[in-house]
């Protein structure tokens, strides 16, 4: 399987990672999550969320759930990108591609890759309240 | 034999540190530095039940015996995305 991984203070370039995608012809399905910054956390409107990470470990982690993907799923490809640092209300902070022959494995190795980061991987966000 | 620490997130506010060190005994366990740590950071003993930890890069349990130059990390539940 396929892997990236970027963990970085810049912007998300959605457009660019999106012409970066690459299928061989066995593959029928790209399933695409982003992770957008809510205007409000905790029941209160917000600015941004700062993100911090144990980077190491969380490249790390991050590996070992994508070897637990790919067993699980015949994957050709996963492709992940998470900011860190301060990220605006509306701002994409999370983006993953996962490419694999069927809809249904790209969708279950998705929502597990996004799920088992929430568990497992060693970054955290601090809200930022509106002035 | 001693050990160094790192805290993440708000633990560093806790502990009022991003790293410190702990001195232990040779075959130590991981447990026990933890329970000296929460000796000396009492507000990092109000988490104990949610804290994670990791030596290196890779989560380890309490009875994990620790080794001379291990790097310890102690944080909160994560929340990326």
């Known amino acids: ?49 700062e993100y911090e990470a144990f980077r190491q470990m969380a490249e790390r982690q991050f590996h070992l759930v994508f070897d637990q993907a790919e067993t699980r799923w015949p994957l050709e490809s996963v492709r992940l990108v998470h900011r860190l640092g301060r990220v605006a209300a509306g701002e994409t902070s999370l983006w993953i591609e996962v490419i694999a022959p069927h809809r249904e494995e790209a969708f279950a190795a998705c929502q597990f890759i996004v799920s088992e980061m929430k568990r497992v991987v060693p970054i955290w966000k601090k809200a930022f309240p509106l002035a | 034999m001693q050990v160094r620490i790192h805290f993440y997130s708000y633990f560093k506010d806790l502990a ?66």
């Not at chain 1, 399987?1 to 593959?27: C, Q, V, Y």
């Not at chain 2, 291990?70 to 994560?78: A, G, N, Q, R, Y």
């Open chain 1, 1 to 49: 399987m396929r892997r990236e991984l970027t963990i970085s203070e810049k912007n998300i370039d959605e457009r660019a990672l999106l012409g970066g995608r690459a299928m061989s012809a066995g593959m029928g399905a790209a399933v695409y999550f982003l992770g957008i910054v809510r205007g409000a956390e905790e029941g209160g409107p917000i600015a941004a969320l």
């Open chain 2, 16 to 81: 009022g540190s991003t790293e410190v060190t702990e001195t232990v005994a040779p075959g130590a366990r991981l447990e026990e530095l933890l329970q000296k740590l929460f000796i000396r950071f009492p507000k990092l003993a109000s988490m104990q039940r949610s804290a994670l930890v990791a030596v290196g890069v890779d989560y380890q349990a309490g009875d994990y015996v620790l080794a001379e130059g291990d790097e310890v990390s102690l944080f909160p539940p994560v929340q990326g995305g």
